[in-house]
């Protein structure tokens, strides 16, 4: 049910979506879920390598401004590095979406302004040239760190202005230096802004078709789960049915023949029971028997006990590893929990209450006799029950058996 629901948010989002990024909540939720782990170390990784980069960049101080050069090196590897890599670890170990984008959205910011003062700090010629390397700081934010689209927007936009404060009031650049700068920015902002879109677009698009199929295997299994428990289950009772019995009987019989274990069968059938229907109505005569099926059920043992509808009103109890006497106790047992129900029955002369006659054998299987025997020897022992007066029970001496 919950899978529905969800599923059918999911279908939603995938007709709905030319160009929206975020999801309804429930998908967002599930999307978070779903990715947040991979996402986190995806980011903490590229945050390392990028860190990496960025303290590389020291070897271009030291040879184009080395006026500059401690100021970088304090900048980059005492400020830098220590703010930046705590970050990485509390992403790495999960934080909630919203931080985690923050974060690594503030660490791009910080790598703007420290990059803008140790240009600044720089009066060499060349010194200026470091501000087209600026855009590489855009392409970690938007490309590399893959920062949502939100939040590489602000970063951006952020960046941007810290950048071209810096670039407007350092004299030492040639105004057309300057104009071609700025403009790379841009393009740079432009061009980084436009992937981080789309790779958040089919991210979250390849995301929605993976868990619609999901989603549909889930049910295509519940449902066939359903589907094989109702074939094995009878409607009325809900208990085990006869094509049950049929499959599980033989693979009983052969487990307690290689183990050398008792197996037991008990066949129980209610008494006088056409009075009932002719009496009660068979709507009536239903309810009977899902009564009598509950109380079964519940009397039996919860490993090891199959109890069937084997027909009309006659039940099975398969009893695999019951010795013989265990065996007999458990047939009083039923016997007795029908008996026990007080369903009255103006039908049934002897007694004035629905009971059932039960008729069991138990028997080590060997290679001479099949599952057919022992069924045979239980319906001889029910019918010598009902010989005997009904409401009793007869556990057939196997042994006697021809
Ligand atoms: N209400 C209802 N009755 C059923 C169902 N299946 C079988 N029956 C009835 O169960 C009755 C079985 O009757 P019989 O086989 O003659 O046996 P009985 O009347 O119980 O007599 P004894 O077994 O000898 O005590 C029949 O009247 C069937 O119609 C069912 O699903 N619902």
Redesign the pocket.
Known sequence: MVNDVLLEAVEDELKSRPWRLRFADEVEARFEEDTQQQRSRNMAVAGLISAFIYSLFLINDYSYRPDAFTTALLLRAGIMLPFGLPILWFVYRGVTPVLREALMASIVIVATVLSCLIFVASLEPYSYLDVFSFGLILVVGNIVYSLRFGYACASTALSILIMLVFILVYEPMPPEAKRLAMFTIFANATFTLVANYRLEHSERTSYLHVLREKLRAGNYFEDNQKLSQLSITDP?TNIANRRHFDTVFPLRWQEALEKGNYLGLMMI??????????HYG??Q??H??RQVARSMQVNSRDEGDLVVRY???EFVVLMSNAIPEAASLAAERFRYSVEALQIPHHGNPERGIVTA?VGTAVLRPTALLTPADLLAYADLALYEA?RQG?NKIWVASVNKMP
């Open positions: 009325l059938d209610i008494d006088h029971f056409k009075a009932y229907n002719d068979h709507l005569g239903d009977c028997l027909g009309g009103e006659s009902k009904r």
